[in-house]
C-alpha cells in the first residue's frame, strides 16, 4: 500500500466483485499498475474480468496461471494480465521477462499474486486489491484506489 486511505466493501456474489472491476476501470488511467492479492478462489480473476469489460474487452478472461500473462485488447486501454503465483521472488519473474509488463506505460498492468514481487525504486505507487473470503459468496474487499 502507498499510504493512500484503506476502504473496505462488500461482495455479495461473483457479479458483485466484476462490477467493482468494471469501476474501477472508470477511473484507472494510462499506466497504472493494479496489484491484487488474497487466497486461492478470493475472486482476484472475477475482478480483474469486470476490470477487462470495463475497459471495452469482450473476450475470454481466465486466469494465466500457466501462461503467467495474457494480453486483452481492444478496449479503451490495453490491458497485462498478469498471475505471479508460480513464480516465487524477482529473479524468477526477471528470468519470466516479466518486468516490461507489471509496470508498462502504454497500458493497464492487473497483477494476480502481487506480494510475490519487489517493485524497483524507480517505482511510484500502484493500487492495492486485497480479497478475504467470508464465507461462499461473500468477500471483503479493501483496496486504496483513490475516487472509488
Ligand atoms: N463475492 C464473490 N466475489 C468473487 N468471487 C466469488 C464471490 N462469491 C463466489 N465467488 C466465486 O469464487 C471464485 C473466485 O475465483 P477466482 O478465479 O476469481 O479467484 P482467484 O482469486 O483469481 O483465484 P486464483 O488465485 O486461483 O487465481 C469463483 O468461482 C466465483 O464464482
Ligand atoms: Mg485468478
Same mark, same amino acid.
Not at 524468477?92 to 518486468?99: F, K, N, S, V
Given at each position: 500500500m502507498n499510504g493512500m486511505? !484503506?476502504?473496505t466493501w462488500i461482495s455479495r456474489s461473483a457479479g458483485d466483485t466484476e462490477a467493482l472491476g468494471e469501476r474501477i476501470a472508470g477511473v484507472a488511467s494510462r499506466g497504472q499498475v493494479i496489484g491484487l492479492s488474497g487466497d486461492l478462489g478470493a475472486g482476484k480473476t472475477a475482478l480483474i474480468r469486470g476490470l477487462a469489460r470495463g475497459l471495452g474487452f469482450?473476450?475470454?478472461i481466465h486466469s494465466p496461471t500457466f501462461s503467467l500473462i495474457n494480453l486483452y485488447e481492444g478496449g479503451r486501454l490495453p490491458l497485462f494480465h498478469l498471475?505471479?503465483?508460480r513464480l516465487d521472488g524477482p529473479a524468477? !519473474? =526477471?528470468?519470466?521477462?516479466?518486468?516490461d509488463y507489471l509496470i508498462h506505460p502504454g497500458g493497464i498492468s492487473a497483477v494476480e499474486w502481487i506480494g510475490r514481487w519487489t517493485p524497483p525504486p524507480s517505482h511510484q505507487s500502484h493500487w492495492s !486489491? =486485497?480479497?478475504t473470503p467470508l464465507d461462499d459468496t461473500t468477500r471483503?474487499?479493501?483496496h486504496d484506489i483513490p475516487g472509488l
Open positions: 486511505p !484503506i476502504r469482450t473476450g475470454r498471475d505471479l503465483y524468477a !519473474i =526477471h528470468e519470466a521477462g516479466l518486468e !486489491i =486485497h480479497l471483503e474487499i479493501t
